[in-house]
């Protein structure tokens, strides 16, 4: 009982203190990352018109190492949808939202429960909810400990995949995947997708460091944003775990060869 009454309060409190910081407004006083040759559309092309909802942008836009390039306007990454806006609301229906994939724990979706857009389906993909309770507790403030954990956790796997299944079968419209502040958890899902499809490891990096930028955190600032060293940890785990990030694709989140071909296929041209 006190283990989840503490549970409980840490996860609360990080969930208010994530959305809280990162509420400051929409002008941010962050230089965004260096841009590398293979990034297409600029930080204002990517951000998505959605008030209320904090770092939502385009996962789009990245050119592949075999020259393809990742469809914008088909999947969308962004914080929790609990004070989205009713403009931001009808702007994602307008994209025809199929999926609204939520990978926060049970205590975090009930302080904020998402506001779930008119024709989409609330998925929850909970990745670090069976996670040692150490691991939980330090959801906050995103250390490498978290980061593994999205390997390591039982039923993380499961949850990373079922997005990315849901991404290969919407045939008709569009998908978004966020955590509570769109970043740490969110940003292991867009890495892994980016990867998957073929970007290049700095331009994936890139594409997690511009949570700082849309969160306006100062470098190191892993509480309100994020520092590459967490992502390094994830990676490395992935390795450890499965031998490396093709054995992690194959053998941890269960992808096949066509389930690959068909994301490919779905998210490149």
């Not at 260096?34 to 209320?52: C, F, K, M, N």
């Not at 592949?64 to 969308?76: A, E, N």
């Not at 955590?179 to 997690?208: E, N, P, S």
């Amino acid at each position: 009982m006190l283990r989840s009454r503490g549970l409980r309060l840490a996860l609360s409190f990080s969930a208010a203190v994530a959305v809280s910081i990162g509420a400051a407004g929409t002008a941010s006083a962050v230089e965004a990352p260096t841009p590398t040759s293979a990034v297409v559309i600029g930080v204002d092309e990517r951000a998505l018109p959605l008030p209320g909802v904090e770092n939502a942008r385009d996962t789009g836009g990245y050119r592949t190492t075999d020259g393809k390039t990742v469809r914008t306007g088909l999947v969308f990454r962004t914080g929790e949808l609990g004070k989205a806006s009713d403009q931001a609301l009808s702007w994602l229906t307008d994209h025809n939202l199929r999926f609204d994939e939520d990978l926060r724990t049970s205590y975090e979706i009930a302080m904020s429960p998402d506001r779930v857009p008119a024709g989409a389906v609330f998925h929850n993909e909970d990745v670090i909810g069976q996670a040692p309770p150490q691991v939980v507790l330090s959801t906050f403030s995103a250390g490498t400990d978290l980061y593994r954990a999205f390997i390591t956790t039982p039923g993380a796997n499961q949850g990373f995949a079922q997005i990315l299944r849901d991404i290969i079968d919407t045939t008709d419209g569009t998908v978004l995947f966020h955590c509570t502040a769109g970043k740490d958890r969110t940003g292991w899902m867009a890495a892994v997708m980016l990867t998957i499809l073929g970007v290049d490891r700095d331009t994936v990096y890139y594409d997690y460091l511009l949570s700082n930028y849309y969160r306006n955190a100062a470098p190191g600032d892993a509480l309100n944003g994020v520092v590459s060293s967490a992502l390094d940890a994830a990676f490395d785990q992935a390795n450890q775990s499965y031998g490396s990030f093709d054995g992690y694709v194959h053998n941890g989140l269960g992808l096949s060869d066509s389930d690959i071909a068909a994301l490919k296929a779905k998210m490149l041209s």
